[in-house]
């Protein structure tokens, strides 16, 4: 199986690209793509830049990604309660070229933060949105306090927290 997985921020020590890595590397078999969300530059997408300069060339090579994979882990940063602006960004740009931009694709939805909600309120957004957005969202998973939570080598360090990532990975797997 073909995954691409990212976090959805720009940040150069983003914990979410972080953790998106780390829970594909869980998956047996499957070959990752590992993507940095600072690959792409786009202009704030509005009306009159589409009219303008028409889709940009990075709007189209993600959802190239998207296509050629086999399925989708994304985890998401908070900014504000909300998507952080860049991948904001990027998902309007895709969605103008097409409203379905995950494709149908099996999704693993994550989040997580330094905070204790790990990030619930951009996770309620994107549970809302992303399955009219043609995501298959087959499971999802939040990662509250992440530098208390989680190791680089161990991955999640809380029995209970691991043993529920290990199903939402399994019910994503299946």
């Known amino acids: 199986m073909k995954i691409l997985a990212f976090g959805a921020s720009t940040s150069s020590q983003s914990i979410n690209r972080q953790f998106a890595h780390f829970v594909a590397g869980t998956i047996p078999g499957a070959e ?39 399925a989708i882990i994304v985890s998401l940063a908070e900014h504000n309660g909300s998507y952080s602006a860049a991948f904001k960004n990027l998902y309007d740009w895709v ?11 099996p999704m693993l939805l994550l989040s997580t933060s330094p905070g204790a909600r790990g990030g619930a309120s951009v996770m309620e957004a994107a549970k809302a949105t992303f399955p009219r957005m043609g995501a298959d969202l087959k499971a999802f998973f939040s990662l509250p306090s992440f530098y208390d939570n989680f190791s680089p080598g161990l991955g999640v360090t809380d029995p209970e927290l691991a043993a529920a990532l290990g199903g939402a990975v399994a019910a994503f797997a299946s």
Do not use: C, N
């Open 32 to 70: 990752v793509t590992e993507l940095d969300l600072r690959q792409f530059t786009l202009p704030i997408y509005s009306m009159d830049e589409e009219e303008g300069h028409g889709v940009p060339a990075d709007a189209k090579a993600f959802k190239d990604l998207i296509v050629s994979h086999d």
């Open 95 to 105: 969605s103008r070229m097409d409203g379905k931009v995950w494709a149908g694709k």
